[in-house]
Antibody, heavy 124, light 104 residues
Framework: QVQLVQSGAEVKHPGASVKVSCQAS????????ISWVRQVSGHRLEWMGW????????GYAKKFQDRVRFTRDMSNSTAYMELRSLRFEDTAVYFC?????????????????WGQGTTVTVSS | EIVLTQSPDTLSLSPGERATLSCRAS???????LAWYQQKPGRAPRLLIY???NRATGIPDRFSGSGSGPAFTLTITRLEPEDFAVYYC?????FGPGTKVDIK
C-alpha cells in the first residue's frame, strides 16, 4: 500500500524551529518528488516547495526560502521539512505529498499521495 | 507570479445536480501542470484531475476537467452526497482559494 506517514503534532514557541518527517512506503522513494504544502485553519492550501529524494535537489517558495529546508534519509525513505524562526502565523497543518513527473519534468501527474498532515502550533 | 482565482466562492446545490467550478489564471498556463483537488474537513486533499483533463486513479467519471490558457473548469455531472467539499485548482507553486460545494 502506497502511503506517506507524517510525524505527530508539535507545539513550539516563537523563534524556535520545527522538523516534520514524512515516511514513504509501498513505492520507490527516490522515484518521485516530494512536495510540501501547508494550510492555516480555514484558509487555502499554500505550496512551500519540493525535493527530489534521489539527488536531494530542492526548490522553495519565495515566501519560505529563507527559513525552510528540505532533507531526506534514503535509508528509511523519509523526507523532512524544517522551518526555522517560527512565528504565530506559522500555526498550520503541514502536508507532504508525492509528486510524480514524467522523465523530462515537463508534465506533472499531480500530487497523488498525501500524508495525513502534521499540526504545528506556535504559541507563547 | 501567477495568481489563480476560483469562482464561485460557494456553490449551493442538491444531490443529483450538476456542479461547474471555474479556475482562472492571471496569465496563460500550461495545461501540463494544472490539477484539481478535493478536500473535506480535517482531511488531506485528494487528487481528482491532473494535466487539466485527466482523472486520477480511482476517481469516478462524474468528475471531469477541461480548459486551456487562462481558464479551466471542473465539472461534477451528478453530485453524490460524498462530493460536498472544498475544491482547489493548482498550478506548480500556486493554489486557488477554493470553491466550497455545499448542500442546498
Amino acid at each position: 500500500q502506497v502511503q506517506l506517514v507524517q510525524s505527530g503534532a508539535e507545539v513550539k514557541h516563537p523563534g524556535a524551529s520545527v522538523k516534520v518527517s514524512c515516511q514513504a512506503s509501498g513505492y520507490t522513494f527516490t522515484g518521485y518528488d516530494i512536495s510540501w504544502v501547508r494550510q492555516v485553519s480555514g484558509h487555502r492550501l499554500e505550496w512551500m516547495g519540493w525535493m527530489k529524494p534521489l539527488r536531494g535537489d530542492e526548490g522553495y517558495a519565495k515566501k519560505f526560502q529563507d527559513r525552510v529546508r528540505f532533507t531526506r534519509d534514503m535509508s528509511n525513505s523519509t523526507a523532512y521539512m524544517e522551518l526555522r524562526s517560527l512565528r504565530f502565523e506559522d500555526t498550520a497543518v503541514y502536508f507532504c505529498a508525492r509528486t510524480p513527473y514524467d522523465s523530462s519534468g515537463s508534465y506533472s501527474y499531480g500530487m497523488d499521495v498525501w500524508g495525513q498532515g502534521t499540526t504545528v502550533t506556535v504559541s507563547s | 507570479e501567477i495568481v489563480l482565482t476560483q469562482s464561485p466562492d460557494t456553490l449551493s446545490l442538491s444531490p443529483g445536480e450538476r456542479a461547474t467550478l471555474s479556475c482562472r489564471a492571471s496569465q496563460t498556463l500550461s495545461t501540463n501542470y494544472l490539477a484539481w483537488y478535493q478536500q473535506k474537513p480535517g482531511r488531506a486533499p485528494r487528487l481528482l484531475i491532473y494535466g487539466a483533463s485527466n482523472r486520477a486513479t480511482g476517481i469516478p467519471d462524474r468528475f471531469s476537467g477541461s480548459g486551456s490558457g487562462p481558464a479551466f473548469t471542473l465539472t461534477i455531472t451528478r453530485l453524490e452526497p460524498e462530493d460536498f467539499a472544498v475544491y482547489y485548482c493548482h498550478h506548480l507553486n500556486t493554489f486557488g482559494p477554493g470553491t466550497k460545494v455545499d448542500i442546498k
